[in-house]
């Protein structure tokens, strides 16, 4: 492949709206010291300026405790207390680290709830409220709490989104459409009535779905609304995975497993994980759907609050270049349509189905379980360090090559990438690279199977379940993005870079100018 770059072409803006935040699993791993140092470490290394996750109001928060927690008894729900300390500690932790939550207003305190309904491992109630009344009182203390401990100026630069994946029934929701309506009208007026200039918004849907609904809601009702977010993953959710459709399949892996006494984190990788499915996902299936939703969203700032590779826990692509690739090329295909592009998530600390523990699990994080940068964590690194200025080349070519461009004076950036959608896949690409500017210096920085692949040294070891801490400082040291000279040539015209990558290689070259 041949690429022609020409210096002096037009520019825009460098899309960086991945930096405005990350998700981060459910709120009360926020209390954990290595949460905590996993969350320093990626505000400090990538300049994230915001995390966002579940269950601020979860019972293990205790917001609410009445007398039917420590004894039942008739009538013992109204002897009760509210009390958001714990949110103050989790909040408190987020901003020590210089960063902002992004408030998710999830999920119902069981008290408070219409019924006992959990979705997840940590027992998340999906029920809408009892008495919205009554929820709306307490969404306004909660507002009123963070007013009185952060100040107005503080908490209005916060965003408040309304639930999470309402539209998935059992793991985050157990009402419907219309009952998530109510359940944002009502909770969107209590904190406007508290302080109207806080923001406001939702629906945080999974696939973008119920936006032209839920804006044509919004504005039937005058319903107060602030910015739209809503989540897209490519090819089938996990949640969409376990139908009836595919119950055979599942249980005949998991009857495997039992027989042979399997790998818990291999089975349950197998039980999900197809890469026939990932390779038939088009290369542009989240652009398109990034547009569709900025058309309808027209004005209004937009979010999309979840983002990744695939939502497949376990799915050992997590943990390899695929995702560092996928990560490349969706961000590069940007144009700087989003306040925020949040990537899900930070860590391989995660419970939502299950904690699994060893090294490297398939994980949704950047980090493994010991804070281990993975090849995704690398790739936004890499876009960390893109110059400001983008020049107009590449944009959307989707060929076996993505590559992009930016400038900075003299000194000019070529990140590439050979990104594809199937896992299997493993061809060599070929290129060539013309800047019509003399390079004194090129350096280039990799991520591939030598370079940024911690798995692959973990397995060198032989794979231990446990990792020491010399270990886990090794592989971070030998595993760490690095900048190298590159060959390159000099002619009369400009220069001339010349090599290739491999299917879902990436490099950054850096050309400083004469």
Same mark, same amino acid.
């Given at each position: 492949m041949k690429i022609d770059i020409d210096v002096n072409g037009k520019t825009t803006k460098t899309d960086d709206s991945w930096k405005e935040g990350i998700g981060g699993d459910h709120a009360y791993q926020f209390h954990? +010291? #290595? =949460?905590l140092e996993q969350m320093n470490f990626v505000h400090e290394e990538l300049g994230i300026r915001s995390i966002r996750f579940h269950g601020i109001f979860d019972d293990d =928060?205790?917001?609410? +405790? #009445?007398?039917? /927690? !420590?004894s039942p008894m008739p009538g013992g729900r109204n002897v009760r207390d509210w009390n958001f300390r714990q949110c103050g500690h989790?909040?408190?932790?987020?901003?020590? @680290?210089? =960063?902002?939550? !992004?408030? *998710?207003?999830?999920? $119902?305190?069981?008290p408070l709830a219409k019924k006992k309904t959990y979705g997840l491992h940590y027992k998340n109630n999906t029920s809408i409220p009892k008495d919205y009344e009554e929820w709306s009182k307490y969404i306004r203390k !909660?507002? +009123?709490?963070?007013? +009185?401990?952060?100040? *107005?100026?503080e908490v209005e630069s916060w965003y408040f989104e309304v639930w999470n994946e309402p539209d998935l029934k059992g793991g985050f929701f157990s009402g419907d459409q219309k009952d998530y309506f109510k359940l944002y009208e009502v909770? /969107?007026? /209590?904190?406007?009535?508290?302080? *109207?200039?806080?923001?406001?918004g939702g629906p945080s849907t999974s696939a973008c779905k119920w936006i032209d609904e839920f804006l044509d809601y919004c504005k039937k009702n005058d319903v107060p609304l602030d910015f739209v977010s809503t989540h897209h993953y490519p090819g089938d959710a996990f949640g969409n995975l376990i139908t009836p459709a595919n119950y055979a399949g599942i249980f005949k892996t998991m009857r495997e @497993?039992?027989?042979?006494k399997a790998d818990l984190t291999k089975t349950l990788g197998k039980m999900f994980f197809d890469p026939g499915k990932a390779? /038939?996902?088009?290369? #542009?299936?989240?652009? *398109? $759907? #990034?547009?569709a939703l900025k058309e309808k969203v027209k004005d209004l700032? @937009? !979010?999309?609050?979840e983002w990744n590779s695939m939502a497949i826990f376990a799915a050992p692509v997590h943990d390899e270049k695929y995702s560092a690739a996928f990560v490349i090329k969706s961000v590069l295909d940007l144009k700087n349509d989003f306040k925020g592009y949040f990537f899900w998530c930070l860590s391989d600390l995660f419970e939502e189905q299950i904690q699994l523990n060893k090294p490297f699990i398939g994980g949704y994080g950047i980090l493994t379980n010991d804070g281990i940068p993975k090849p995704n964590f690398h790739a936004f690194k890499i876009l960390s360090k893109l110059f400001d200025e983008r020049l107009d080349v590449g944009f959307r070519e989707f060929g076996k090559i993505e590559y992009a461009a930016f400038k900075n004076g003299k000194d000019i950036q070529v990140v590439l990438t050979a990104q594809d959608n199937d896992p299997l896949k493993d061809e060599e690409n070929e290129f060539e690279i013309f800047i019509n500017t003399k390079a004194s210096e090129v350096y280039e920085e990799r991520i591939d199977d030598c370079h940024c692949n911690p798995k692959r040294l973990w397995e060198k070891m032989e794979s231990p379940e446990v990792l020491l801490p010399e270990e886990v400082k090794l592989i971070k040291e030998l595993s760490k993005l690095r900048k190298e000279k590159a060959a390159f040539e000099v002619t009369e015209e400009g220069t001339l870079l010349k090599g290739s990558l491999r299917t879902n290689d990436v490099i950054l070259y850096t050309i400083k100018g004469e």
């Open positions: 954990r +010291s #290595d =949460m =928060m205790w917001t609410v +405790s #009445d007398l039917n /927690a !420590f989790v909040y408190d932790n987020v901003l020590k @680290a210089g =960063m902002k939550p !992004f408030v *998710e207003l999830s999920f $119902m305190p069981t !909660f507002i +009123s709490y963070l007013l +009185s401990r952060y100040g *107005e100026k909770t /969107a007026r /209590a904190v406007k009535s508290v302080d *109207e200039d806080l923001q406001v @497993a039992v027989k042979h390779a /038939a996902v088009p290369k #542009d299936a989240l652009t *398109e $759907m #990034d547009d700032p @937009a !979010f999309i609050s």
